[in-house]
């Protein structure tokens, strides 16, 4: 059974920085692409960051220059750097693996994590 676990979110003013950490257990982590959503209040949930096996990234538009996902097979861990962080990054951030097709067609989601940038 797939299992992850976010940490890391928090209070932050405006300008500042967090790092979001998610760790993974019972899944093919090597293998799945893995990342981070976020859902604001009233907002439909959207993609942040994602990073294939093969180490392919895509980021939405708004974080492009201030977010850095990366991660660390050895510890089935996926991060997310948050600098610059705006007040419209205020959201649940949400961990995801996304295993291929072959092995499972189900998408796993951590519980989440808040983020408030708020001054």
């Known amino acids: 059974q797939v299992q992850l676990v976010e940490s890391g979110g928090g209070l932050v003013q405006p300008g500042g920085s967090l790092r979001l950490s998610c760790a993974a257990s019972g899944s093919d982590f090597d293998r799945s692409t893995v990342g981070w959503y976020r859902q604001a209040p009233g907002k439909q949930r959207e993609m942040v960051a994602r990073i294939s096996s093969g180490l392919s990234i895509s980021y939405t538009e708004s974080v492009k220059g201030r977010f850095t996902i990366s991660r660390d097979n050895a510890k089935n861990t996926v991060s997310l750097q948050m600098n610059s962080l705006q007040p419209e990054d205020t959201a649940v951030y949400y961990c995801?693996?996304?295993?291929?097709?072959?092995?499972?067609?189900?998408?796993?989601w951590g519980q989440g994590t808040q983020v408030t940038v708020s001054a």
């Open positions: 995801i693996l996304d295993p291929p097709d072959w092995i499972s067609p189900d998408v796993y």
